[in-house]
T-cell receptor
Framework: DTGVSQDPRHKITKRGQNVTFRCDPISEHNRLYWYRQTLGQGPEFLTYFQNEAQLEKSRLLSDRFSAERPKGSFSTLEIQRTEQGDSAMYLC????????????????FGQGTRLTVV | AQSVTQLDSQVPVFEEAPVELRCNYSSSVSVYLFWYVQYPNQGLQLLLKYLSGSTLVKGINGFEAEFNKSQTSFHLRKPSVHISDTAEYFCAEAHAGNNRKLIWGLGTSLAVNP
């Protein structure tokens, strides 16, 4: 396992189109996070899964955004009716190997998906 | 509300000089603290973390940071920087008791000049 992988790395879409991103976490990690990073800013938390359960969603995640993690493995983030303001880097991270003490809080990040809405 | 403040948005420094990147956190409860580095067009890589114990933590690439509870600070230091250290550096905190989501500072751009 080589770490967290995200697909695609880059996505250019027209305003109003739907897009879907995929994240494959480190296989033994049960926690998965989505963050959004706009140019010149730090990442902002979007949502969090523990196994297949989505336990928290930020108010940044409007009703056009939906995230899933079927079977507690990979996750998808879908944005419907994209707007120019959705242009950002979408980062996925995973942490907490299953069965180990939760003191291990290091989050491992993927390379991100850069979305450009034109 | 949780917040992380990185006091310098840009830090220019000459190669082989020492550098300190400042970070203040807001939480008054148990908190975990992190420094991540982001190279251009790359994801975030963990430099070091403070969970508990010794207040001086050492990370990769010769970086270290000191947890100061009284000043709510977690400044990052390196005694001698290289050109390859040029990158964006982010300080982040997570509470011990919640879902461990990270709250991030706005980042500090470190530019190492020859």
């Amino acid at each position: 396992d080589t770490g967290v992988s995200q697909d695609p790395r880059h996505k250019i879409t027209k305003r109003g189109q739907n897009v879907t991103f995929r994240c494959d976490p480190i296989s033994e990690h049960n926690r998965l996070y989505w963050y959004r990073q706009t140019l010149g800013q730090g990442p902002e938390f979007l949502t969090y899964f523990q196994n297949e359960a989505q336990l928290e969603k930020s108010r940044l995640l409007s009703d056009r955004f939906s995230a899933e993690r079927p079977k507690g493995s990979f996750s998808t983030l879908e944005i419907q009716r994209t707007e120019q303001g959705d242009s950002a880097m979408y980062l996925c991270a995973s942490s907490s190997p299953t069965g180990r003490p939760t003191l291990n809080t290091e989050a491992f990040f993927g390379q991100g998906t850069r979305l450009t809405v034109v | 509300a949780q917040s992380v403040t990185q006091l310098d948005s840009q830090v220019p420094v000459f190669e082989e000089a020492p550098v300190e990147l400042r970070c203040n956190y807001s939480s008054s409860v148990s908190v975990y603290l992190f420094w991540y580095v982001q190279y251009p067009n790359q994801g975030l890589q963990l430099l070091l973390k403070y969970l508990s114990g010794s207040t001086l933590v050492k990370g990769i690439n010769g970086f270290e940071a000191e947890f100061n509870k009284s000043q709510t600070s977690f400044h990052l230091r390196k005694p001698s920087v290289h050109i390859s250290d040029t990158a964006e550096y982010f300080c982040a905190e997570a509470h011990a008791g919640n879902n461990r989501k990270l709250i991030w500072g706005l980042g500090t751009s470190l530019a190492v000049n020859p």
